[in-house]
């Protein structure tokens, strides 16, 4: 089995920060979203891997290399326009070739991971097995009409009358037939080709489409409140580790990863938690819940429930929850404030709040 990763959407609802950095490398609990993809697909046991890419392809090509450091062979392959998921199918029919696949949305978090669904795949061999979950509004999201039996009866794409709530997760195995059925549909009312279209015509003329539910996590990583939600749900589940220096007047308590050359002095760091190498945490309150990006400067300030991206600062501000600091982003305020602040703040931005 190989693997094809879709990588090249623009990420509007991610602004500012899609402005300077393609949605798929924000960083959930210190690691780009790309890598926990990546690392989901390593799990199946499969190693050769396209990544499709849009005008952010550099980028994404210097955090991830060739792939050796995950463990994978990368391919990438360009999509010069967006048109459409079953369009990124049909660009890589040459890595492809004939073996099966498994398709998967870059900017999709599924931290429980798709194992059971792939074993199931391989098991019983449908022409598709799609990985869908219960959503209490479908309209937003490709929709599986499904039989008790878990065969697919129908599909379709964002319906103003839903008769299903199970959602198209992003993740779908395929058997080389797709190829044919993308080749018999043409483009939608948008202007692309669309996954739900090809699967719909592999259920018309007969194929074996099933649908799997998954139970576990999931989240589409397009708007600040997603990621800020997935980071929450990864931070969870990690251990305490400290190889960065801690004084004697700071106090760890919980889960707190605190990473190599990273400072903590007079702070007090609440697990979970992470410390980013190289960042410096002085006379501050740091977490739950919250990661602190790699060269990092707070200093007299508290921070929780947020993400603070690379070489970032936040220097005298009494508070700030539910945050999302950009990289190279400087934050300052007063000494003395008392007032709670929750910002959006894009990549290398200066903002000073009230005290």
């Known amino acids: 089995m190989k693997a094809l990763v879709l990588s090249g ?12 950095m393609p949605k798929q490398l924000m960083p959930i609990a210190n690691r780009p979203v790309l890598e926990h993809v990546l690392e989901n697909i390593r799990a199946l046991g499969v190693s050769e891997v396209a990544v499709v890419v849009g005008d952010r392809a550099p980028e994404i090509a210097a955090v991830l290399g060739d792939g050796a450091r995950l463990g994978l062979r990368l391919t990438y392959i ?17 890595f492809l070739g004939d073996d099966d696949f498994v398709m998967y949305l870059g900017d999709n978090m599924l931290p429980q991971g798709v194992e059971e669904m792939a074993r199931e795949f391989t098991e019983h061999r449908p022409t598709a097995q799609l990985v869908v979950q219960r959503v209490a509004d479908p309209r937003a999201f490709g929709v599986a009409e499904v039989a008790p039996d878990g065969r697919v009866t129908r599909l379709v794409e964002k319906p103003e009358q839903p008769r299903s709530d199970l959602a198209l997760t992003g993740v779908y195995f395929f058997t080389p037939v797709i190829h044919q059925a993308i080749d018999k549909i043409t483009p939608s009312a948008r202007g692309e080709l669309e996954i739900t279209d090809a699967l719909q015509w592999l ?6 489409v099933r649908a799997r539910e998954y139970t576990g996590y999931w989240k589409d990583t397009g708007r600040a409140e997603d990621v800020l939600d997935c980071n929450r749900e990864l931070l969870r589940g990690v251990e305490r580790s400290v190889a960065g220096l801690v004084d004697d007047d700071s106090v760890l308590t919980g889960p707190v990863v605190v990473e190599p050359g990273a400072r903590v002095i007079r702070s007090r760091i609440v697990g979970p938690a992470i410390v980013g190498a190289g960042s410096q ?49 400087a934050v300052s305020g007063a000494d003395g404030g008392t007032v709670h602040h929750r910002l959006v703040v894009g990549d290398h931005t200066q903002v000073e709040v009230a005290a």
């Open 281 to 329: 945490v002085v006379d501050s309150h740091v977490g739950p819940h919250t990661s602190i990006g790699r060269d990092c400067r707070l200093h007299g300030t508290a921070v929780e429930d947020s993400i603070v991206l690379d070489g970032a600062s936040v220097i005298r501000v009494p508070a700030l929850r539910g945050s999302l600091i950009g990289r190279s982003a």
């Open 78 to 94: 360009r999509q010069e326009q967006p048109l459409g998921l079953a369009h990124c199918v049909k660009i890589a029919r040459e």
């Open 9 to 20: 959407g623009s990420g509007t609802r991610l602004r500012p920060f899609t402005y300077s």
């Open 203 to 208: 259920v018309s003329y007969g194929a074996t």
